[in-house]
T-cell receptor, first 114, second 111 residues
Framework: KAGVTQTPRYLIKTRGQQVTLSCSPISGHRSVSWYQQTPGQGLQFLFEYFSETQRNKGNFPGRFSGRQFSNSRSEMNVSTLELGDSALYLC?????????????FGQGTRLTVV | DAKTTQPTSMDCAEGRAANLPCNHSTISGNEYVYWYRQIHSQGPQYIIHGLKNNETNEMASLIITEDRKSSTLILPHATLRDTAVYYC????????????FGKGTSLLVTP
């Protein structure tokens, strides 16, 4: 069974640009959540999507957005990049609904903003 | 979700048991205790979870106090590959996945 796949693994962008990251969950999983990890703030929750609807949202500015497609694949977008957006972005998938108990994480996308 | 408190760092000799404590004194009756770990530069990995009974799986054991205000994750025979940051998280079962990871405990297993 394939795990959670995040693409790309590494990305370098310039301040002011926008970026889109992709996450393919484990087959059959309907929940995808996104996290940002930085040395200073640790792992912080961004948002969660379940069956194409945003179910939970963390405390991040509106420059951070996401969506989920009918096949459960998810993308997150960051517009007007700032230097402080440099981080490891992780996505996690879980069955969701009534049966989910654990989240499976991908290897992350390392974003560097210069 | 209830807040958790963990020691910043711990050491353990290879082959010995690693006991990682977690305080969650404000835990609610419907909140489970979850443990994840993150090995350097990898995504977090689920270890174990429990409500009030002690739990054991192939990776670890989870001991929850009777009043549920604290718990201990036990790695029975720590190996060098267990060096990681360990996160104790409380969440309501079957709720969304807005996990509050906190700072975790950095466990160093030494030869």
């Amino acid at each position: 069974k394939a795990g959670v796949t995040q693409t790309p693994r590494y990305l370098i962008k310039t301040r002011g640009q926008q970026v889109t990251l992709s996450c393919s969950p484990i087959s059959g999983h309907r929940s995808v959540s996104w996290y940002q990890q930085t040395p200073g703030q640790g792992l912080q929750f961004l948002f969660e999507y379940f069956s194409e609807t945003q179910r939970n949202k963390g405390n991040f500015p509106g420059r951070f957005s996401g969506r989920q497609f009918s096949n459960s694949r998810s993308e997150m977008n960051v517009s007007t990049l700032e230097l402080g957006d440099s981080a490891l972005y992780l996505c996690a998938s879980s069955p969701g609904g009534a049966g989910g108990t654990e989240a499976f994480f991908g290897q992350g996308t390392r974003l560097t903003v210069v | 979700d209830a807040k958790t408190t963990q020691p910043t760092s711990m050491d353990c000799a290879e082959g010995r048991a690693a006991n990682l404590p977690c305080n969650h004194s404000t835990i609610s009756g419907n909140e489970y205790v979850y443990w994840y770990r993150q090995i350097h530069s990898q995504g977090p990995q689920y270890i174990i979870h429990g409500l009030k009974n002690n739990e054991t799986n192939e990776m670890a054991s989870l001991i929850i106090t009777e009043d549920r205000k604290s718990s201990t994750l036990i790695l029975p025979h720590a190996t060098l590959r267990d060096t990681a940051v360990y996160y104790c998280i409380v969440r309501v079962e079957n709720s969304g996945y807005a996990l509050n990871f906190g700072k975790g405990t950095s466990l160093l297993v030494t030869p």
